[in-house]
Structure formats: C-alpha cells, structure tokens
C-alpha cells in the first residue's frame, strides 16, 4: 500500500507531499499529540492538474500561536483535536482541501447553517454535535404552537466548548405554551418579533451544554399585549419573575408599603417623618351643632402623640342660611383643648342672614404659650356662650392644619 506514517511532535514540520505524478505517497498516516511550538506545513514544490493525496490525521495537535495549514489553508483548531480525513486535489490552478471527521471523536462543529420549520404540535428537537449543522434558524413563517416546543442537544461524547447558535427569527405564536431552548425560556414577544438568538456551548468538565441570549433591543412595539392600567414589576420583596401590577382606582400611586409594591393614595407614611404632611378636612354642621357649639363644640384633628403639635394654616366658614339668622354668641374659633386662648376666629359670621364664605383670622390680644399645646387635639367652638335663635341653618367648615415635630 502506497502510505507514509508521519509522527508529529511540538518541533513542527514542514513535508512536501505532492512530487509530481508517480513519484509520491497516495495517502499519509498522521499521529502524534502535542502543543505546537512551530508551525506544520504540508507543502507541495510540484503542482500537476490530477495531483492527489490523503491524509489520514490520527493526531491530537494544540496550536497556541502556531498553524497547521495544508496546501496554503489553514486547519481549524477542532480538526486537530480528532480524528478524521484530508482529500486533497490540484485542479490546474488551486489545490482543493476537503475535511470529514472520522466521526469517533464527536463532535466537532459541522459548519453552516440549517433551517428549522417549527411544527405547531411542537415537541423536542434534539441536536447531535458533528451532525446537526452548528447554526440552526427558526424560520420565520408564521406558526401558532398547540404545544410546548423544546430544543437541546446530546451530551454524549462532545467535546469541550462545542458550540451550536440558535437563531428565532420570529413569526412563533406560543399560545400559552413555551418554547425552551437549552434550558433558556424565549419570550413570547421575542419569539413572535424575532431577533433573539441562545449560544449554547459545551462544557467538559460537568458534562452540560450552558446558554447565553443575545438579542436586539426590545422595544414598546414588539412587547406583547399587558393587562389595562397595570406596569411591569415584581411586587414582592425577593427575586421573581416580572407581573402587571395594576392601578385599578382613579387617583392612586405605584408605593412601597409593608415590603411589596402596591397601588395607593398618598399616606404619612410617604413622606419624611420630619415632614409632615398638610391635610384638609370639611366638617358640615347642623343647625343643633351650632346651637350647642359653645358647651360642646366639635373635634377637627386627634392629638398626633408626644413631640407632636398641630397647627391651623388656613380656615374657612360657609353659613348656608335657613329660616332665621343665630343671634347671640356669633364668633367661631379654633385651638387646642385646654388651651387659654384660641389660634384663630371668625367673628360675627354666625348672624348672616344668606348664604355667605368668611375667612378666619388669626386671634388677636396677648398669645401666650397655652396657645398651641403638645400632643393636644385641634376643636373648634363659639365663644362667650351657645348662640340663640337660628333655624334651619347650618354651616360647613373647612380646616387646612399640618402637624408639625416639636
């Protein structure tokens, strides 16, 4: 048999395989393992149309920095890695050089790219490393899935840092289910929009393939419908997939409360405890509320706890008008209970005989500390006595206060 076995070594080599016709081995028998610390060339001086050889690589070569080339053509690092044949032909002006793996060291890459149609029953497409092409596309005719649809690969007898890339290249309805690929869940809009693709390399020392995602920028126009008045969120105070939080109430604000995101007004609990916020409250007033407004008077705002004070900034009273006018004790105040003065007064707006709006006024006269009290509730009242007469009338108060940090 015409055949020369060539034992490589890291010294590199530089043969000449081709003499000229009849005058040179048919087929060459490679091995050797080794970390090149020089280049291997496999050159030929004579170049005759119909030249041919083979060469049978049984090596284990590592390259570093170095080359294998054969006829000019560079050899990749992972058919260096195993077994497999080299055919090689001068057709008058190039040599031809054509590589197949002897399919005993699996896989290697096979290069190129496959088109995959994904059925609507969806089910499990397994790949085999070395004979399912290394790029496969899902095309992008449109299909709507009736089933989950799955894609992995072999783990059997791969190599370390076998790659496949899988392209979704869109037009995939899910329909409720999933497609999974290596483990990576695609989303239902990446899967519909297209332009998403999962890295799949394998790694040797645990025996698993591992996926990364690459995709284009997600834009609004390529999300999937969301559920009215909601945002895209997690809700819980741990790592989880997003949800739509909905805000179902006119008037209220994505917040924190008690660890979880929630839809809400706006609570004292929103603001920095050194800063309080302004509330306002509308009191409405019968006619006998008013005719007992100096014995009993009424509560504005509850006591806020010690270090707290609450403070009128602005009052207003609204007499709607009855039958007959009060008479008597017409002033209107605010302050704090067992306060010796009041904070602020309406004089004389009691009496009205129609329908009228009076501002209140801060009270004049000598203010001493008794005024504003800690931790003591805000009323109000009528001075001097109970007013008389009146009927039918009533009033509405309207109160601005803050509470304030002593």
Do not use: C
């Given at each position: 048999?015409?055949?020369?076995?060539?034992?490589?070594?890291?010294?590199?080599?530089?043969?000449?395989p081709?003499?000229?016709i009849?005058?040179?081995?048919?087929?060459?028998?490679?091995?050797?393992?080794a970390?090149?610390?020089?280049?291997?060339?496999f050159?030929?001086?004579?170049?005759?149309?119909?030249?041919?050889?083979?060469?049978?690589?049984?090596?284990?070569?590592?390259?570093?920095?170095?080359?294998?080339?054969?006829?000019?053509?560079?050899?990749?690092?992972?058919?260096?890695?195993?077994?497999?044949?080299?055919?090689?032909?001068?057709?008058?002006?190039?040599?031809?050089?054509n590589?197949?793996?002897?399919g005993?060291?699996?896989?290697?890459?096979?290069?190129?790219?496959?088109?995959?149609?994904?059925?609507?029953?969806?089910?499990?497409l397994?790949?085999?490393?070395?004979?399912?092409?290394?790029?496969?596309?899902?095309?992008?005719?449109?299909?709507?899935?009736?089933?989950?649809?799955?894609?992995?690969?072999?783990?059997?007898?791969?190599?370390?840092?076998?790659?496949?890339?899988?392209?979704?290249?869109?037009?995939?309805?899910?329909?409720?289910?999933?497609?999974?690929?290596?483990?990576?869940?695609?989303?239902?809009?990446?899967?519909?929009?297209?332009?998403?693709?999962?890295?799949?390399?394998?790694?040797?020392?645990?025996?698993v393939?591992?996926?990364?995602?690459?995709?284009?920028?997600?834009?609004?126009?390529?999300?999937?419908?969301?559920?009215?008045?909601?945002?895209?969120?997690?809700?819980?105070?741990?790592?989880?997939a997003p949800?739509?939080?909905?805000?179902?109430?006119?008037?209220?604000?994505?917040?924190?409360?008690?660890?979880?995101?929630?839809a809400?007004?706006?609570e004292?609990?929103?603001f920095?405890?050194?800063?309080?916020?302004a509330?306002?409250?509308?009191?409405?007033?019968t006619?006998?509320?008013?005719?007992?407004?100096?014995?009993?008077?009424g509560?504005?705002?509850?006591?806020?706890g010690a270090?707290?004070?609450?403070?009128?900034?602005?009052?207003?009273?609204?007499?709607?008008?009855?039958?007959?006018?009060?008479?008597?004790n017409?002033?209107?105040?605010?302050?704090?209970?067992s306060?010796s003065?009041?904070?602020?007064?309406?004089?004389?707006?009691?009496?009205?005989?129609?329908?009228?709006?009076?501002?209140?006024?801060?009270?004049?006269?000598?203010?001493?500390?008794?005024?504003?009290?800690?931790?003591?509730s805000?009323?109000?009242?009528?001075e001097?006595?109970?007013?008389?007469?009146?009927?039918?009338?009533?009033?509405?108060?309207?109160?601005?206060?803050?509470?304030?940090?002593?």
């Amino acid at each position: 048999m015409n055949l020369e076995k060539i034992a490589l070594t890291s010294a590199g080599a530089t043969l000449q395989p081709f003499l000229g016709i009849g005058n040179f081995y048919q087929s060459y028998y490679v091995s050797g393992t080794a970390t090149l610390t020089s280049n291997i060339s496999f050159t030929s001086n004579i170049s005759e149309q119909g030249g041919s050889y083979i060469i049978w690589w049984d090596a284990d070569i590592t390259l570093g920095t170095f080359s294998v080339t054969i006829e000019g053509q560079p050899i990749n690092q992972d058919s260096l890695n195993q077994g497999g044949i080299f055919t090689t032909y001068y057709n008058g002006t190039t040599w031809i050089v054509n590589y197949t793996a002897n399919g005993k060291d699996l896989p290697q890459e096979y290069r190129g790219v496959n088109n995959v149609a994904v059925p609507s029953g969806g089910g499990t497409l397994t790949l085999i490393a070395g004979i399912n092409k290394q790029y496969q596309r899902f095309s992008s005719s449109a299909v709507t899935l009736t089933s989950n649809y799955t894609v992995n690969a072999s783990a059997t007898a791969v190599k370390d840092g076998t790659i496949f890339v899988l392209d979704f290249s869109g037009g995939i309805t899910n329909n409720g289910n999933t497609v999974t690929a290596f483990g990576v869940i695609i989303p239902d809009a990446q899967a519909l929009a297209g332009g998403m693709a999962v890295i799949a390399t394998f790694d040797a020392t645990v025996n698993v393939w591992r996926a990364i995602t690459i995709n284009k920028p997600v834009t609004l126009s390529t999300l999937s419908n969301q559920a009215a008045l909601t945002v895209v969120g997690n809700a819980t105070n741990a790592s989880a997939a997003p949800t739509a939080i909905a805000i179902p109430t006119n008037g209220q604000l994505l917040k924190r409360k008690a660890n979880a995101l929630v839809a809400g007004l706006i609570e004292a609990e929103n603001f920095d405890a050194s800063i309080l916020p302004a509330t306002f409250v509308r009191i409405p007033l019968t006619n006998a509320q008013l005719l007992t407004g100096f014995s009993i008077g009424g509560k504005i705002a509850d006591a806020a706890g010690a270090g707290t004070m609450i403070v009128p900034i602005k009052a207003q009273l609204r007499i709607v008008f009855g039958s007959a006018a009060f008479t008597g004790n017409l002033n209107f105040f605010i302050g704090h209970t067992s306060a010796s003065n009041s904070i602020m007064r309406q004089v004389g707006g009691l009496g009205a005989a129609s329908t009228l709006m009076f501002d209140f006024s801060p009270t004049t006269g000598t203010i001493n500390t008794s005024q504003l009290i800690e931790n003591s509730s805000l009323n109000w009242g009528i001075e001097t006595g109970n007013p008389s007469a009146g009927t039918g009338t009533s009033a509405v108060l309207y109160v601005q206060y803050q509470t304030v940090l002593l």
